[in-house]
């Protein structure tokens, strides 16, 4: 095998993302995908797609994960016919999932005992930095895990942080991604508040964007997604709502009270009630009233 070999499990819209950045830099590509959909479209841009994780890991040892949730990762991994099971000695995954520090740190022992690595990476920058090879990754594991995969991830992204052991990846990921929930409450609340004293929202944005009270969410998420009604992301509610709750647990399991956090969470989980799971995360931002 090359070191220009490399596989995806998991093919949706970060998955395919990732594998044109990888094929772009010339890295061969395979991949698998439960959804035939997923599988026909990364065919479609020259990604060798294969029938299953057995098939996969016969042509990688430098495995990429792109999976919605801790369970899926587990699955992947220590499931019957996964990665455990077919792996070439010295394995080398690498999980862009937004997935629970605890699951990782544990994951990675077991892989340790066998003799493989495990990176948590997960990653910002949603399906068009995936495509771009723009995201930003912070990575938790073993420094000799990230020198290892740094090619890889060279092609990926555009800045990586190393947050130190395993599963502060996915820690800091959780923790950034609550700050991103609660931005994008606050900006809705400021722009409705602004609306009501007749100031219009994208003179407003521009006027955020320029002082101390810009975000992300008023640089990027604003302009590109919600002020032009657009909430096409690529991101979900669910997802999100699930990213929330992990950071919540979190939270309780650091023994900590954050009242403020704490609120965020309630109103993303009482979202639930009125905003579709499939729906566009963006979407928060309509019980502000605002992007009706």
Request: charged share 20%; glycine share 12%; net charge negative.
């Amino acid at each position: 095998m090359t070191t220009k070999t490399i596989g995806i499990v998991g093919l949706g819209r970060m998955g395919n993302g990732m594998a044109q950045s990888l094929l772009r830099n010339g890295f061969k590509v395979f991949g698998t995908d439960i959804g035939e959909a997923q599988r026909q479209a990364a065919m479609e841009i020259g990604v060798n797609v294969v029938e299953d994780i057995k098939a996969l890991c016969a042509e990688s040892s430098v495995i990429i994960l792109s999976l919605p949730m801790a369970k899926h990762v587990q699955a992947v991994v220590k499931g019957k016919g996964g990665i455990i099971d077919c792996a070439q000695p010295k394995t080398l995954i690498i999980d862009t999932s937004t997935s629970e520090p605890d699951v990782t740190r544990a994951l990675s022992v077991e892989l340790d005992q066998l003799g493989h690595q495990l990176l948590d990476c997960p990653v910002s920058g949603g399906p068009a930095g995936a495509e771009a090879g723009t995201m930003v990754m912070v990575v938790g594991g073993e420094s000799s895990s990230l020198e290892r995969a740094q090619l890889y991830l060279d092609a990926l992204s555009s800045k990586v942080v190393y947050m130190g052991k395993s599963g502060n990846g996915h820690a800091a990921k959780l923790i950034n991604n609550l700050l991103c929930a609660a931005h994008l409450v606050t900006t809705a609340e400021a722009i409705a508040l602004g609306t009501k004293a007749g100031l219009d929202p994208a003179d407003l944005i521009a006027g955020l964007n320029a002082g101390s009270g810009r975000s992300a969410i008023s640089e990027v998420n604003f302009p590109r997604w919600i002020l032009n009604k657009g909430f096409d992301s690529g991101f979900t509610m669910q997802l999100m709502r699930k990213d929330v709750r992990l950071a919540k647990n979190m939270i309780g399991e650091m023994g900590l009270e954050l009242p403020l956090a704490e609120q965020v969470a309630e109103i993303w989980s009482q979202s639930e009630e009125n905003i579709p799971d499939e729906d566009d995360f963006n979407c928060i931002i309509k019980n502000a009233g605002l992007g009706e």
